[in-house]
């Protein structure tokens, strides 16, 4: 079943990770994808393997002026937008070992986070209800928040801040297009440990990365990592008419560590 036939849908940070996996999941129900990244080359060849329902655009969230070229660029070429899943995110981790905890975090990294994890969603949200309501499109606005914007990360305080303010940013945006009459759901997916490129810095490459891959999950009901394509089936789901009455929602996808366990389940040997 095409469960996006005939939708136009763009995807931030779609360069690789979970936004290639929920532009590839889009394009294989039926949806002509736009993916952006500010990585270029890797961002051209995601799209490319996509073929025809796909196409490339650089833009980086931080800047106003991209989201207003793109948009411009949908409508010129496809006439209408029906779904923007603001992706793009940073833990602040990527160069390298950085002190991220409340006391000794710089204000330079705070802000870096934020512009892209906050200022980005609220950039993508702004462009895209102004996009959908000149195209008079029914809408769909997927924000990926995370599992840390839901509880406090003591060594990642900026990213955890982050996505809590994109949590309740979704709810605000869901909010204000109701009031305004407007056919545009907005809501938000809070994956946990997704083994993306993302965690890359923090695992690395030697002969401990497997036991501290074990380490992160231990607390996991399910005692292992999420796969970015079971992000992208969720994504499938409120991008589609069948989510139409769901609104300003928040979706887990943690493997039950939210769900209130102490420890996870014993195996048997």
């Known amino acids: 079943m095409m469960r996006l036939e005939g939708k136009t849908a763009l995807v931030t940070g779609a360069a690789r990770g979970i936004g290639a996996a929920i532009a590839t999941a889009f394009v294989e129900n039926g949806a002509f994808v736009y993916l952006t990244d500010i990585d270029d080359p890797t961002g051209q060849a995601t799209t490319e393997n996509l073929g025809g329902q796909a196409r490339y655009l650089h833009l980086d969230v931080r800047r106003e002026s991209d989201w207003g070229a793109v948009m411009t660029q949908v409508l010129e070429e496809r006439g209408v937008l029906h779904v923007l899943v603001n992706n793009a995110g940073i833990t602040g981790f990527e160069e390298g070992s950085h002190v991220h905890d409340p006391e000794h975090v710089s204000l330079e990294e705070w802000h870096a986070v934020h512009r892209t994890n906050l200022d980005g969603v609220f950039l993508g949200c702004k462009h895209a209800i102004r996009t959908m309501r000149q195209s008079a499109s ?30 309740n940013h979704t709810k605000t945006v869901a909010l204000y297009c109701a009031e305004q009459g407007l056919p545009v759901r907005c809501n938000s997916i809070h994956p946990a440990a997704i083994l993306t490129p993302m965690w ?70």
């Open 138 to 167: 029914t809408g769909s606005i997927i924000n990926i928040s995370s599992r840390s914007g839901l509880v406090g990360i003591p060594g990642a305080a900026a990213y955890a801040s982050s996505k809590a303010a994109v949590r």
């Open 200 to 269: 890359e810095p923090i695992l690395g490459d030697g002969p401990e990365r497997e036991e501290r891959m074990r380490e992160f999950v231990q607390d996991c009901p399910l005692r292992r990592f999420g796969h970015p394509e079971e992000v992208a089936a969720v994504a499938v789901m409120l991008a589609s008419d069948e989510a139409a009455y769901i609104n300003g929602a928040e979706l887990n996808i943690d493997g039950g560590i939210l769900a209130g366990a102490v420890a996870a389940p014993v195996r048997s040997q």
